[in-house]
């Protein structure tokens, strides 16, 4: 089993810069891939980027060139680095986690708010 938990959310002006970290733990040498998924009020949870064990990385069209997804393998923790953050960037964001051979995602966090506001 896998546990992952996010932080690093919280209220950010627009044009600001946000950095979430997402810590794995458990059974940590399954894990394949991981992400970061988002969903605001009254919308469909979307994929915002993801990034194999070997460093391929994803992104959602509407954030590539403002956030970058990173991982730490040493530390068992992926990061989302946003920059130039939009009011409507705001939203709960999961971490998420993949196991190899597998084509949904397996196990996710609680969430943490992003909100961007002036």
């Known amino acids: 089993h896998v546990q992952v938990v996010e932080s690093g959310g919280g209220l950010v002006q627009p044009g600001g810069s946000l950095r979430l970290a997402c810590a794995a733990s458990?059974?940590?040498?399954?894990?394949?891939?991981m992400g970061w998924y988002r969903q605001a009020p009254g919308k469909q949870r979307e994929l915002v980027a993801s990034?194999?064990?070997?460093?391929?990385?994803a992104y959602l069209d509407s954030v590539k060139g403002r956030f970058t997804i990173s991982r730490d393998n040493a530390k068992n923790t992926v990061y989302l680095q946003m920059n130039s953050l939009k009011p409507e960037d705001t939203a709960v964001y999961y971490c998420?986690?993949?196991?190899?051979?597998?084509?949904?995602?397996?196990?996710w966090g609680q969430g943490t708010q992003v909100t961007v506001s002036s």
């Open positions: 998420c986690a993949r196991l190899s051979g597998r084509l949904g995602w397996d196990y």
């Open positions: 458990g059974s940590i040498f399954s894990i394949n891939d």
């Open positions: 990034i194999t064990s070997g460093g391929i990385r």
